[in-house]
């Protein structure tokens, strides 16, 4: 049986796959068929909960506008990192997780070997020309055996992907808009961050990039 057999042929249209590290593939263009609804989804969540800049426990603001959905939501002030169930803004919950977001996040990850993957946060960043993520790991989520789902939009982004050391060498992997990637297995605490935007123009995203993380957080 073939791939478009099995994933019903709904993310199976032109793609390429691309093994970056074991428990760790590159599925490129894999949002795609889906854009028409995942642009107003997001859209949606970001009319309830605004990008803002937050914070680092050190007292820099981020350059990256962030923002969540879903039950838990990532958040960052003078106090630390956490995954609170309240956005900050509002004192409200965060927007739910849209329909579209669980069905690619999930889908991606049963690609990858992740089958069954539930996110209960999904982390939206948004890039302007000049942003950047400094080096670190994701590790305030409860199970690191619980893989991570990146999905790329809009204006193309160089992602560093280093070691298990912030010092180890890095490599540099070119994402572009609706690529996804599963981050599971030794892949999952590597070091990695984001190198400035150039600025560049997206017909459906303007002059800003867009990257949901989805993550089993609780
Ligand atoms: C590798 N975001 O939100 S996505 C983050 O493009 C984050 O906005 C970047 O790093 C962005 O924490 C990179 C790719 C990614 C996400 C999580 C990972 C790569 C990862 C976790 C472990 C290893
Ligand atoms: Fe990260």
Redesign the pocket.
Known sequence: MSMADLFGDTFSHQRRDEPLDAGAVLLRGFALMEEAVLLPAIDMVVAQAPFRHLVTPGGFRMS?GMTNAGSLGWVSDRRGYRYDPVDPLSSRPWPAMPEIFLRLAGAAAAHAGFVGFVPDAC?I?RYEPGAR?SL???RDERDFGQP?V?V?LGIP?V?L?GGMQRADPQIRVP?THGDV?V?GGP????Y???LPLKPDQHDALGDCRI?L?FRRAG
Do not use: C, E, K, M
Request: hydrophobic letters at 50%; glycine letters at 4%.
């Open positions: 990256v982390l960043n993520l670190h790991q994701d991570i990146s790329s982004a992602f992907f994402l990637v981050w892949a999952r605490l590597r990695h961050g984001v990257n993380t």
